[in-house]
């Protein structure tokens, strides 16, 4: 059981460059997601899924796409990578049985982004 | 989401226990108070939850009062390795939509 995998751990990207980046877990949780955490602060969140097929907006969603073709992955995707888009990813995932609150997020070991 | 304040940075000695409050005054009935602690270059871990009175686990006790304004996260006698940033969340989706302030850094002394 490897929880949740985000891949790869350390990118550099030029201004204009595409990319994607890849989260995978394995304990079969309906609900996953993507923070941002810029140096000093807490993480914010950019999309969110609540199940296959299933993506949503979260506060900082501008210049990142996602999609959910399967329960295990949610992979980010940074179209035209931005200087302001460096910072490092964390990708989330819990269980959402939509009638108990009491649950956990599982976060990933981040992505380190740098665009030059 | 419920907007949390906490304080920016605590500092501990080893051995000693680590109180750190949070305030949430607009929290809503239906939410939760929930304590992620974050190492740094890793990702936040859950520690605890909880909606009224106290709870406790193997890591830590949350105590939050009847009004349910504050919440005190509890850490028995740290050691070095508690040192990271400590995050009051107070949410009615249980883990989902996930609002992070800015956090505590508590920073344990040898």
């Known amino acids: 059981n490897a929880g949740v995998t985000q891949t790869p751990k350390f990118q550099v990207l030029k201004t204009g460059q595409s990319m994607t980046l890849q989260c995978a877990q394995d304990m079969n949780h309906e609900y996953m997601s993507w923070y941002r955490q810029d140096p000093g602060m807490g993480l914010r969140l950019i999309h969110y899924s609540v199940g296959a097929g299933i993506t949503d907006q979260g506060e900082v969603p501008n210049g990142y796409n996602v999609s959910r073709s399967t329960t295990e992955d949610f992979p980010l995707r940074l179209l035209s990578a931005a200087p302001s888009q460096t910072s490092v990813y964390f990708c989330a995932s819990s269980y959402s049985n939509g009638i108990s609150l009491n649950t956990e997020a599982f976060f990933g070991q981040g992505t380190r982004l740098t665009v030059v | 989401l419920a907007k949390t304040t906490q304080p920016i940075s605590m500092d501990s000695y080893e051995g000693q226990e680590v109180n750190i409050t949070c305030s949430h005054n607009?929290?809503?009935?239906?939410?939760?108070i929930t304590w992620y602690q974050q190492f740094p270059s890793q990702g936040p871990r859950f520690i605890i939850q909880g909606y009224k009175t106290k709870v406790t686990n193997e890591v830590a006790s949350l105590f939050i009062p009847a009004d349910r304004k504050s919440s005190t996260l509890s850490l028995p006698r740290v050691s070095l390795s508690d040192t990271a940033v400590y995050y009051c969340l107070v949410d009615q989706t249980g883990a989902n939509n996930l609002f992070f302030g800015t956090g505590t850094r508590l920073t344990v002394i040898p």
């Open positions: 607009n929290i809503a009935t239906n939410d939760y």
